[in-house]
């Protein structure tokens, strides 16, 4: 038909259209200056040399806290969430890019209809007085329209909804990171109480072994009914700790079961049994401060924002312009059914129609206006993203480093105080010193060994801050099967 070569024309014509410039800013990443060189001169083991392994919880060498990683990641609530509005942002793309091709409704309809004898025109008129006044009408067709984007504003809102998906993207992988690092930590903190329950309860019996001696002395004339009030009181000191340790222990173990999508109680009897904390690695590379541009999903989601909204003032000024549509219809029409596919029962209408807003008392430039504020907006977050990470990472390698530099104070004072509870008993033995100076030692030595238990659940999870503010993880788990972007790729 003649309106199809017609349809064919406009169609290439907008098309040209569509490959030239867009309007509104072009965005073009410009990130913020970062230093070359850590504020803290990394120690104790970091390293500025490379990048940390995205797997770092395999640095641990704990197969126990490797398959907790591996469950939350598949079933995490949270996470699960992370997915969903991905998909969804990923639908919303696919959306936009919809709206450069046309769109076309087919219709069918039948009616069977009577005008009225008596109306003023026909009335008044000499009919046959065969004239149809009841008949039959079969219709059907299609109808279509294009808006020829000419400026460049449907251009502006694919390449925003695109920003906006890959800014989903590393929301998923920001959610991956903050999961990783939240399982690994409360694993940690679960195991150092196990570690301090150890503590407290071998600590008890050698208490109630001393408190035991002390009572037998006392029936000898050896000891006094001081020592022995002293020796229960350290008894009593040492049971009543246990219990916040034994609550603190349960809740890390009811929070892991939680953060892997199952009931709380669901991991008691794979997590009761003792285990050692997970020590950190002799050596752990930290990369550069420019590495957190990277590797930090949260930054990278930030820019992809800014990105979006950048993209979004073109949308608004795109409202300036004038707006070009291919609209058409074609079809068959007939009050008889075997006139249905004669020509003469054909009927189409094919036309560009152009509309221009001539007057709209200010509000396209208060859209641009406010939008251009927004971009403004995502621009200060950006940077100030930027800075969080900076702030994060170098308070991560101070905390990690000086925990270190702690617990080696620690370990010194724990073998002191044995040392010095060795002394104080061989002194009581030769009758050289009172009990007292035996329970103090024994007390020191307790308190020190607690402080070092914690120092070492300490030092792990001073680790996992520095790998959760350096980024890593989030690359590890499979991504969407054929959706990879540049800009979402791994670093």
């Not at 913020?32 to 001169?41: D, F, G, L």
């Not at 309809?109 to 009335?123: D, E, M, T, V, Y």
Request: hydrophobic content about 40%.
């Amino acid at each position: 038909m003649e309106w199809t070569k017609t349809l064919k024309g406009v169609a290439a014509a907008g098309i040209l259209g569509a490959g030239g410039c867009a309007v509104g800013p072009d965005y073009r990443p410009s990130p913020p200056p970062v230093p070359a060189a850590w504020i803290s001169t990394p120690t104790n083991g970091l390293t500025d040399v490379a990048a940390a392994s995205s797997d770092w919880w395999a640095s641990f060498n704990d197969a126990e806290l490797d398959s907790l990683i591996q469950r939350a990641v598949r079933s995490n609530p949270d996470l699960q969430v992370s997915e969903a509005r991905l998909r969804q942002a990923r639908a919303m793309r696919e959306m936009s890019a919809a709206e450069f091709w046309p769109t076309a409704d087919t219709t069918g309809s039948f009616a069977r209809a009577k005008q009225s004898q008596n109306q003023p025109l026909i009335g008044s008129l000499p009919l046959p007085k065969n004239f149809p006044f009841e008949y039959s009408v079969y219709q059907a067709g299609f109808d279509a329209s294009w808006e020829i984007d000419l400026f460049g504003g449907k251009r502006r809102a694919h390449e925003a909804a695109t920003a906006d998906w890959e800014g989903a993207i590393e929301s998923r992988n920001d959610a991956i990171v903050s999961l990783l690092a939240e399982v690994a930590k409360t694993y940690v903190e679960m195991r150092g109480g196990q570690r301090r329950l150890d503590i407290a309860r071998r600590n008890l019996k050698l208490q109630q072994e001393a408190l035991d001696l002390t009572r037998a002395r006392l029936q000898t004339g050896v000891a006094s009914d001081l020592d022995v009030t002293r020796a229960a009181a350290l008894l009593a000191e040492v049971r009543a700790a246990i219990p916040p340790i034994e609550t603190r222990m349960r809740e890390s173990m009811y929070g892991l079961a939680v953060l892997l999508g199952a009931e709380p109680g669901d991991l008691l009897a794979e997590l009761l049994p003792l285990k050692p904390v997970p020590s950190a690695p002799p050596e752990v590379p930290i990369g550069l401060p420019s590495d957190l541009l990277v590797r930090r999903p949260d930054v990278r989601r930030a820019e992809r924002q800014l990105a979006a909204e950048t993209a979004r003032v073109g949308v608004a000024k795109s409202d300036w312009f004038p707006k070009l549509s291919l609209t058409g219809d074609a079809g068959l029409e007939s009050v008889s059914l075997g006139k249905w596919f004669e020509p003469s029962s054909e009927f189409w209408s094919l036309g560009p129609t152009l509309q221009w807003r001539a007057l709209d008392f200010g509000r396209v430039r208060a859209e641009v206006q406010a939008q251009t504020a927004v971009q403004e907006a995502a621009l200060a977050t950006y940077e100030k993203t930027v800075l969080n990470s900076m702030q994060e990472a170098e308070s991560a390698i101070v905390g990690y480093a000086q925990e270190q530099n702690r617990h080696k104070a620690l370990a010194d004072e724990v073998a002191e105080n044995r040392r010095s509870l060795e002394m104080a008993n061989g002194l009581f033995d030769e009758g050289r010193t009172n009990y007292l100076d035996v329970l103090d030692a024994e007390r020191s030595l307790y308190e020190s060994e607690d402080r070092l238990a914690v120092s070492d659940q300490a030092v792990t999870v001073d680790l996992i801050a520095l790998y959760k503010a350096l980024g890593g993880g989030w690359n590890s788990p499979p991504r969407e099967p054929g959706r990879e972007t540049s800009t979402a790729s791994s670093p």
